[in-house]
């Protein structure tokens, strides 16, 4: 929208218009520059849910959304601009409320002092959700050991040296304690708000949003739901996460990418059409254990490479810069490219990193997630 429009509509409020809409939230923010985009984005378990956002004209903008008539509803995250605060909103269908706060800008967008009033449906979900707050005071408290501040000095020199000697020291050892202790505190606490919750809607949506993704560690939590929690909207997402149908013998999606190593379009079924097996590596350059997993997959590629083994490396990263720093970094021989909207991730149901998939040259799908030695152990078994 240009400046022109938005200046001819100052005093308004903006309102997105979806068919059938029939639930609203009214967003009255400061610190939201007129033509910034504010609204909600629907949380349904996928990489790119749709979206419902519209043009701030002075602090002002309503979003209409269409929710199923039911017992259960919907949850969204607000958005603002090009990130996400975070803020989450639960409503029901039919309802109108009003969200205010102050956006504070930064690289991660914040609300400062956010409130959503006017839906029952978002009063009753956060007297029973988890309370986050008092969980991140317990880590930031321990967070202040001094032995950290030394390690992160050591780190940024790079002195494994001094790294090694830190992590003796009876501060580090405290520190190492009580991260064991947050930890199992927060799988108990988790488990606990799930199991009150699991009566209702509101359960599974605990589930898939206090969790950063789901497997099936996470399926006697679904089980203990109730028929009308399995069954609703929720419900259904957790359960096609915790115990989805075995991919095994299934084809793979076709997809077509820019080969950085080459600058060549291509696409899975050229490069399947001349390999045996190709793992399918999904990845990012922030993901540690995607990083620890990269010398195992160079060592496999070396050693099974001229017998038709390859690898395709399709990245998460939201920023260029940080993918190509990775791939100066770990100079990985095999096709690459980042997914950068294409849409990739999605066609795999990519929820969490890594996650690989060994394909024949049909295209089927012969394993998932393999690594470590099992992936040698397969290979070594494949081309005998």
Same mark, same amino acid.
């Given at each position: 929208?240009?400046?022109?429009?938005?200046?001819?509509?100052?005093?308004?409020?903006?309102?997105?218009?979806?068919?059938?809409?029939?639930?609203?939230?009214?967003?009255? #923010?400061?610190g /939201?520059k007129? &033509?910034?985009?504010?609204?909600? %984005?629907? !949380?349904?378990?996928? *990489? @790119?849910?749709?979206?419902? #956002?519209?043009? /701030?004209?002075? &602090?002002?903008?309503?979003?209409? %959304?269409? !929710?199923?008539?039911? *017992? @259960?509803?919907?949850?969204y995250?607000?958005? /603002?601009?090009? &990130?996400?605060?975070?803020?989450?909103i639960v409503?029901?269908?039919?309802?109108?409320?009003?969200a205010?706060?102050?956006? /504070?800008?930064g690289?991660?967008?914040?609300?400062?002092?956010?409130?959503?009033?006017?839906?029952?449906?978002n009063?009753?979900?956060?007297?029973?959700?988890?309370?986050?707050?008092?969980?991140?005071?317990?880590?930031?408290?321990?967070?202040?050991?001094?032995?950290?501040?030394?390690?992160?000095?050591?780190?940024?020199?790079?002195?494994?040296?001094?790294?090694?000697?830190i992590?003796?020291?009876?501060?580090?050892?405290?520190?190492?304690?009580?991260?064991?202790?947050?930890?199992?505190?927060?799988?108990?606490?988790?488990?606990?708000?799930?199991?009150?919750?699991?009566?209702t809607?509101?359960?599974?949506?605990?589930?898939?949003?206090?969790?950063?993704?789901?497997?099936?560690?996470?399926?006697?939590?679904?089980?203990?739901?109730?028929?009308?929690?399995?069954?609703?909207?929720?419900?259904?997402?957790?359960?096609?996460?915790?115990?989805?149908?075995?991919?095994?013998?299934?084809?793979?999606?076709?997809f077509?990418?820019?080969?950085?190593?080459?600058?060549?379009?291509?696409?899975?079924?050229a490069?399947?059409?001349?390999?045996?097996?190709?793992?399918?590596?999904?990845?990012?350059?922030?993901?540690?254990?995607?990083?620890?997993?990269?010398?195992?997959?160079?060592?496999n590629?070396?050693?099974?490479?001229?017998k038709?083994f390859?690898?395709?490396?399709?990245s998460?990263?939201?920023?260029e810069?940080?993918?190509?720093?990775?791939?100066?970094?770990?100079k990985?021989?095999?096709?690459?490219?980042?997914?950068?909207?294409?849409?990739?991730?999605?066609?795999?149901?990519?929820?969490?990193?890594?996650?690989?998939?060994?394909?024949?040259?049909?295209g089927?799908?012969?394993?998932?997630?393999?690594r470590?030695?099992?992936?040698?152990?397969?290979?070594?078994?494949?081309?005998?």
């Amino acid at each position: 929208m240009s400046k022109r429009i938005v200046a001819l509509m100052a005093g308004l409020v903006t309102t997105l218009c979806l068919s059938a809409q029939n639930s609203t939230v009214n967003f009255n #923010l400061t610190g /939201v520059k007129d &033509g910034e985009k504010v609204g909600l %984005v629907l !949380i349904n378990g996928k *990489n @790119d849910p749709p979206e419902a #956002l519209a043009p /701030v004209t002075a &602090g002002k903008v309503t979003v209409k %959304v269409d !929710i199923p008539q039911g *017992n @259960d509803g919907r949850a969204y995250y607000v958005k /603002v601009g090009d &990130g996400f605060s975070g803020d989450m909103i639960v409503l029901k269908a039919n309802e109108t409320a009003t969200a205010t706060g102050e956006v /504070v800008p930064g690289q991660y967008v914040k609300i400062k002092d956010f409130k959503l009033a006017g839906s029952p449906t978002n009063d009753a979900y956060q007297k029973v959700k988890l309370d986050r707050e008092s969980l991140n005071k317990l880590y930031e408290a321990y967070h202040q050991n001094p032995a950290l501040v030394k390690m992160d000095s050591a780190a940024a020199k790079k002195d494994t040296a001094a790294m090694a000697r830190i992590r003796q020291t009876p501060d580090y050892k405290k520190f190492e304690a009580d991260e064991h202790h947050f930890f199992a505190l927060v799988d108990s606490t988790f488990k606990a708000v799930h199991k009150a919750n699991a009566a209702t809607w509101f359960g599974p949506l605990m589930i898939l949003t206090d969790y950063s993704y789901l497997t099936d560690a996470q399926k006697p939590e679904y089980e203990q739901l109730s028929d009308e929690a399995k069954n609703s909207f929720y419900g259904k997402i957790v359960q096609s996460q915790v115990a989805p149908p075995s991919l095994v013998g299934k084809p793979a999606p076709d997809f077509t990418f820019t080969d950085w190593n080459t600058k060549k379009k291509t696409s899975l079924k050229a490069i399947l059409a001349k390999n045996k097996y190709v793992l399918l590596d999904f990845w990012a350059s922030w993901c540690r254990p995607c990083r620890a997993e990269i010398p195992n997959v160079k060592a496999n590629y070396q050693k099974y490479h001229a017998k038709g083994f390859t690898v395709i490396s399709i990245s998460a990263d939201a920023k260029e810069a940080d993918w190509l720093k990775a791939l100066k970094t770990e100079k990985m021989p095999w096709p690459q490219d980042r997914d950068a909207g294409q849409g990739i991730l999605d066609k795999y149901e990519v929820r969490y990193f890594p996650t690989t998939y060994l394909l024949d040259s049909k295209g089927r799908i012969v394993e998932k997630d393999i690594r470590g030695e099992a992936l040698g152990t397969k290979l070594a078994e494949l081309f005998k």
